[in-house]
T-cell receptor
Framework: AQSVTQLGSHVSVSEGALVLLRCNYS??????LFWYVQYPNQGLQLLLK??????LVKGINGFEAEFKKSETSFHLTKPSAHMSDAAEYFC????????????FGTGTQLKVEL | DTAVSQTPKYLVTQMGNDKSIKCEQN?????MYWYKQDSKKFLKIMFS???????INETVPNRFSPKSPDKAHLNLHINSLELGDSAVYFC????????????FGQGTRLTVV
């Protein structure tokens, strides 16, 4: 079975500061890893994903994440936060042969302050 | 053109009633899902259908019954609604192959009073 842990249910940064949202996973087989963003009263939108190949993946809106197998981590970063980045962020995992079922972390609410 | 659309967006109903939520996707995907997001924003899969066949059925009360008339539609019917069913229900679709992106609908906020 797979699981995802997101450290920090709330993260607050200043506009222009580095954004770092943490995600650790547990999986008995190589995972596929995702970051989704949810704006208020909206559905989820894919930011980026890791399947195979390059471990540093770039996504939309300037976000990127690095898959570190040795640390079982897939942390999300953005060099400079913008007010429009304020949202809920979810890390998720699926497995090969798992019917592409997403197992989500508990989410991190990102607040961006002036 | 909306990729995954679900209706209604808001649903307020009394305990004991039966209600349905409809979902349609125009992405040509073969797999559709229902996810439940609780008041703490935790997301958990409920069901998944691949080409109209049920492939994932998590521990969901049998008051919840999904129906897929074709691979572009997945509806969710809920009988005898309870207060604890209040949540946001998301429909999603993707290809079955692991690692492919799932596209989500806007959600249906169900409030049981």
């Amino acid at each position: 079975a797979q699981s995802v842990t997101q450290l920090g249910s709330h993260v607050s940064v200043s506009e222009g500061a580095l954004v770092l949202l943490r995600c650790n996973y547990s999986s008995s087989v190589p995972p596929y890893l995702f970051w989704y963003v949810q704006y208020p009263n909206q559905g989820l939108q894919l930011l980026l994903k890791y399947t195979t190949g390059a471990t540093l993946v770039k996504g939309i809106n300037g976000f990127e994440a690095e898959f570190k197998k040795s640390e079982t981590s897939f942390h999300l970063t953005k060099p400079s936060a913008h007010m429009s980045d304020a949202a809920e962020y979810f890390c998720a995992v699926t497995l090969t042969g798992g019917g592409n079922k997403l197992t989500f972390g508990t989410g991190t609410q990102l607040k961006v302050e002036l | 053109d909306t990729a995954v659309s679900q209706t209604p967006k808001y649903l307020v109903t009394q305990m004991g009633n039966d209600k349905s939520i409809k979902c349609e996707q125009n992405l040509g995907h073969d797999t559709m899902y229902w996810y439940k997001q609780d008041s703490k924003k935790f997301l958990k899969i409920m069901f998944s259908y691949n080409n109209k066949e049920l492939i994932i059925n998590e521990t969901v009360p049998n008051r919840f019954s999904p129906k897929s008339p074709d691979k572009a539609h997945l509806n969710l019917h809920i009988n005898s609604l309870e207060l604890g069913d209040s949540a946001v229900y998301f429909c999603a679709s993707s290809h079955l192959q692991g690692g492919t992106e799932a596209f989500f609908g806007q959600g249906t906020r169900l409030t049981v009073v």
